[in-house]
Protein backbone atom coordinates (compact mmCIF):
# COMPACT_ATOMS: atom_id res chain seq x y z
CA UNK A 1 0.00 0.00 0.00
CA UNK A 2 1.18 3.30 -0.86
CA UNK A 3 1.25 5.77 2.02
CA UNK A 4 1.38 9.69 1.80
CA UNK A 5 4.60 10.93 2.94
CA UNK A 6 3.63 14.17 5.42
CA UNK A 7 6.80 14.26 7.11
CA UNK A 8 8.90 14.81 3.45
CA UNK A 9 10.21 18.29 3.15
CA UNK A 10 8.78 18.03 -0.62
CA UNK A 11 5.08 17.80 0.84
CA UNK A 12 5.44 20.74 2.94
CA UNK A 13 6.74 22.48 -0.28
CA UNK A 14 3.76 21.14 -1.92
CA UNK A 15 1.20 22.27 0.26
CA UNK A 16 3.24 25.91 0.80
CA UNK A 17 2.99 26.45 -2.88
CA UNK A 18 -0.56 25.41 -3.17
CA UNK A 19 -1.96 27.73 -0.08
CA UNK A 20 0.18 30.59 -0.88
CA UNK A 21 -1.22 30.20 -4.91
CA UNK A 22 -4.91 30.17 -3.85
CA UNK A 23 -4.26 33.30 -1.08
CA UNK A 24 -2.93 35.16 -3.74
CA UNK A 25 -5.32 34.44 -6.39
CA UNK A 26 -8.43 35.41 -4.13
CA UNK A 27 -6.33 38.58 -3.36
CA UNK A 28 -5.71 39.57 -7.16
CA UNK A 29 -9.05 40.73 -7.75
CA UNK A 30 -9.29 43.58 -4.68
CA UNK A 31 -5.69 44.42 -5.52
CA UNK A 32 -7.28 45.34 -8.70
CA UNK A 33 -9.99 46.82 -7.44
CA UNK A 34 -7.77 48.97 -5.06
CA UNK A 35 -5.21 50.41 -7.89
CA UNK A 36 -8.41 50.85 -9.69
CA UNK A 37 -9.76 53.65 -7.66
CA UNK A 38 -7.16 56.38 -9.17
CA UNK A 39 -9.45 56.69 -12.01
CA UNK A 40 -12.05 57.91 -9.92
CA UNK A 41 -9.03 60.28 -8.96
CA UNK A 42 -5.66 60.60 -7.60
CA UNK A 43 -7.30 61.73 -4.01
CA UNK A 44 -10.13 58.25 -3.53
CA UNK A 45 -6.56 56.06 -4.26
CA UNK A 46 -4.72 58.25 -1.31
CA UNK A 47 -8.56 57.64 0.46
CA UNK A 48 -7.79 53.89 0.43
CA UNK A 49 -3.92 54.21 1.56
CA UNK A 50 -4.67 55.82 4.51
CA UNK A 51 -7.37 53.75 5.43
CA UNK A 52 -4.86 50.45 4.64
CA UNK A 53 -2.24 52.72 7.02
CA UNK A 54 -2.50 50.50 10.05
CA UNK A 55 -1.31 47.52 11.55
CA UNK A 56 -3.77 45.14 10.57
CA UNK A 57 -3.16 46.14 6.72
CA UNK A 58 0.56 45.58 7.52
CA UNK A 59 0.33 42.97 8.73
CA UNK A 60 -1.78 41.36 5.89
CA UNK A 61 0.54 43.34 3.13
CA UNK A 62 3.26 41.21 5.10
CA UNK A 63 1.63 38.14 4.45
CA UNK A 64 0.72 39.04 0.81
CA UNK A 65 4.27 40.01 0.24
CA UNK A 66 5.98 36.67 2.25
CA UNK A 67 3.46 34.63 0.38
CA UNK A 68 4.26 35.62 -2.83
CA UNK A 69 8.00 35.09 -2.08
CA UNK A 70 7.22 31.48 -1.20
CA UNK A 71 4.76 31.09 -4.05
CA UNK A 72 7.61 32.27 -6.51
CA UNK A 73 10.45 29.75 -4.43
CA UNK A 74 8.35 26.53 -4.98
CA UNK A 75 7.26 27.92 -8.41
CA UNK A 76 10.64 28.05 -9.29
CA UNK A 77 11.59 24.74 -7.05
CA UNK A 78 8.85 22.74 -9.14
CA UNK A 79 10.23 23.91 -12.12
CA UNK A 80 13.60 23.17 -11.74
CA UNK A 81 12.86 19.23 -10.37
CA UNK A 82 10.94 19.40 -13.85
CA UNK A 83 13.00 20.70 -16.48
CA UNK A 84 16.47 20.70 -14.96
CA UNK A 85 19.04 17.39 -15.10
CA UNK A 86 18.13 15.84 -11.37
CA UNK A 87 20.67 16.24 -9.20
CA UNK A 88 21.33 15.94 -5.74
CA UNK A 89 20.55 19.09 -3.04
CA UNK A 90 16.85 19.15 -4.23
CA UNK A 91 15.93 19.74 -0.56
CA UNK A 92 18.48 22.71 -0.52
CA UNK A 93 16.28 24.55 -2.62
CA UNK A 94 13.12 24.04 -0.49
CA UNK A 95 15.51 25.79 2.20
CA UNK A 96 16.31 28.39 -0.26
CA UNK A 97 12.78 29.23 -1.06
CA UNK A 98 11.48 29.82 2.51
CA UNK A 99 14.76 31.46 3.71
CA UNK A 100 14.11 34.02 0.75
CA UNK A 101 10.44 34.26 2.20
CA UNK A 102 11.72 35.20 5.85
CA UNK A 103 14.15 37.55 4.84
CA UNK A 104 11.94 39.63 2.13
CA UNK A 105 8.92 39.36 4.64
CA UNK A 106 11.57 40.90 7.41
CA UNK A 107 12.83 43.47 5.24
CA UNK A 108 9.66 44.45 4.18
CA UNK A 109 9.03 44.67 8.05
CA UNK A 110 11.34 46.73 8.25
CA UNK A 111 10.77 49.19 6.11
CA UNK A 112 7.15 49.94 6.48
CA UNK A 113 8.25 50.63 9.94
CA UNK B 1 -9.04 22.57 -23.34
CA UNK B 2 -6.38 19.39 -22.91
CA UNK B 3 -4.82 18.87 -19.77
CA UNK B 4 -1.34 19.02 -21.82
CA UNK B 5 -2.24 22.47 -23.26
CA UNK B 6 -3.35 23.96 -19.78
CA UNK B 7 -0.09 22.21 -18.05
CA UNK B 8 2.23 23.40 -20.68
CA UNK B 9 -0.46 27.17 -20.53
CA UNK B 10 0.61 27.08 -16.42
CA UNK B 11 4.56 26.79 -17.16
CA UNK B 12 4.95 29.05 -19.88
CA UNK B 13 3.10 31.65 -17.71
CA UNK B 14 5.26 30.87 -14.66
CA UNK B 15 8.23 31.83 -16.95
CA UNK B 16 6.98 34.47 -17.67
CA UNK B 17 5.81 36.05 -14.33
CA UNK B 18 9.30 34.84 -12.01
CA UNK B 19 10.63 37.55 -13.07
CA UNK B 20 7.91 40.00 -13.19
CA UNK B 21 7.13 38.69 -9.29
CA UNK B 22 11.12 39.52 -8.79
CA UNK B 23 10.55 43.13 -9.94
CA UNK B 24 7.61 43.67 -8.41
CA UNK B 25 8.89 42.80 -4.71
CA UNK B 26 11.84 44.36 -5.40
CA UNK B 27 9.63 47.95 -6.11
CA UNK B 28 7.16 46.76 -3.18
CA UNK B 29 10.67 46.75 -0.28
CA UNK B 30 12.03 50.42 -2.01
CA UNK B 31 8.41 52.28 -2.46
CA UNK B 32 7.03 50.27 1.40
CA UNK B 33 9.77 52.98 3.30
CA UNK B 34 7.94 55.96 4.61
CA UNK B 35 4.02 54.47 3.71
CA UNK B 36 2.46 54.69 0.35
CA UNK B 37 1.04 57.75 -1.40
CA UNK B 38 -1.06 58.02 -4.60
CA UNK B 39 1.77 60.95 -5.58
CA UNK B 40 4.17 58.33 -5.09
CA UNK B 41 2.51 55.28 -7.44
CA UNK B 42 1.29 57.31 -9.65
CA UNK B 43 4.61 59.54 -10.00
CA UNK B 44 6.09 56.28 -11.32
CA UNK B 45 3.50 54.94 -13.32
CA UNK B 46 1.49 57.83 -15.27
CA UNK B 47 2.23 58.06 -18.83
CA UNK B 48 4.81 54.98 -18.72
CA UNK B 49 5.34 53.28 -21.60
CA UNK B 50 7.50 50.78 -19.77
CA UNK B 51 5.89 49.86 -16.61
CA UNK B 52 2.53 50.03 -18.73
CA UNK B 53 3.90 47.42 -20.67
CA UNK B 54 5.56 45.65 -17.50
CA UNK B 55 2.32 45.45 -15.38
CA UNK B 56 -0.09 44.78 -18.86
CA UNK B 57 1.79 41.48 -19.41
CA UNK B 58 1.93 40.72 -16.00
CA UNK B 59 -1.83 40.96 -15.76
CA UNK B 60 -2.25 38.66 -18.65
CA UNK B 61 0.01 35.83 -17.60
CA UNK B 62 -1.32 36.17 -13.94
CA UNK B 63 -4.91 35.94 -15.16
CA UNK B 64 -3.95 32.49 -17.43
CA UNK B 65 -1.53 31.65 -14.62
CA UNK B 66 -4.13 31.84 -11.71
CA UNK B 67 -7.50 30.29 -12.99
CA UNK B 68 -5.13 27.04 -14.20
CA UNK B 69 -3.69 26.91 -10.88
CA UNK B 70 -7.46 27.12 -8.87
CA UNK B 71 -8.71 24.63 -11.39
CA UNK B 72 -5.78 21.75 -10.17
CA UNK B 73 -6.18 22.83 -6.46
CA UNK B 74 -10.16 22.52 -6.97
CA UNK B 75 -9.65 19.33 -9.13
CA UNK B 76 -7.47 17.40 -6.89
CA UNK B 77 -9.10 18.17 -3.57
CA UNK B 78 -12.80 18.17 -4.37
CA UNK B 79 -15.34 16.80 -6.33
CA UNK B 80 -15.67 19.42 -8.94
CA UNK B 81 -14.73 18.60 -12.31
CA UNK B 82 -15.72 18.68 -16.00
CA UNK B 83 -17.17 21.36 -18.11
CA UNK B 84 -18.64 23.48 -15.33
CA UNK B 85 -15.39 23.64 -13.47
CA UNK B 86 -13.68 24.67 -16.53
CA UNK B 87 -16.22 27.47 -17.36
CA UNK B 88 -15.77 28.94 -14.00
CA UNK B 89 -12.22 29.01 -14.22
CA UNK B 90 -12.55 30.83 -17.62
CA UNK B 91 -14.71 32.61 -16.58
CA UNK B 92 -12.50 33.98 -13.35
CA UNK B 93 -9.34 34.33 -16.14
CA UNK B 94 -11.76 37.24 -18.03
CA UNK B 95 -12.94 38.69 -14.44
CA UNK B 96 -9.28 38.90 -13.65
CA UNK B 97 -8.22 40.07 -17.31
CA UNK B 98 -11.17 42.59 -17.45
CA UNK B 99 -10.61 44.10 -13.55
CA UNK B 100 -6.07 43.76 -14.24
CA UNK B 101 -6.62 46.08 -17.53
CA UNK B 102 -8.88 48.69 -15.51
CA UNK B 103 -5.99 48.74 -12.37
CA UNK B 104 -3.43 48.95 -15.62
CA UNK B 105 -5.31 51.97 -17.17
CA UNK B 106 -6.03 53.60 -13.57
CA UNK B 107 -2.12 53.96 -12.71
CA UNK B 108 -0.84 54.26 -16.66
CA UNK B 109 -3.07 56.06 -18.69
CA UNK B 110 -3.16 60.15 -17.66
CA UNK B 111 -6.16 61.56 -15.83
Avoid: C
Avoid at chain 2, 77 to 83: D, L, N
Amino acid sequence: MIRPQHNYPGFWAFVAHRVSGVALALFLPLHFLALGLALESDAALDRFLAVADNPVFRVAEWGLVTLLTIHLGAGLRVMALEFLPWRDGRKGLIGLGAIAAVVVGTIFLLRIG
Amino acid sequence: MTPARLYLLQRATALILAPLVLVHLGLILVAVEGGLTAAEILGRTRGSVGWGAFYGLFVVAAAIHAPIGLRNVIHEHTAWRGRSLGVAMAMLGLLLAGLGARAVIAVVAAP
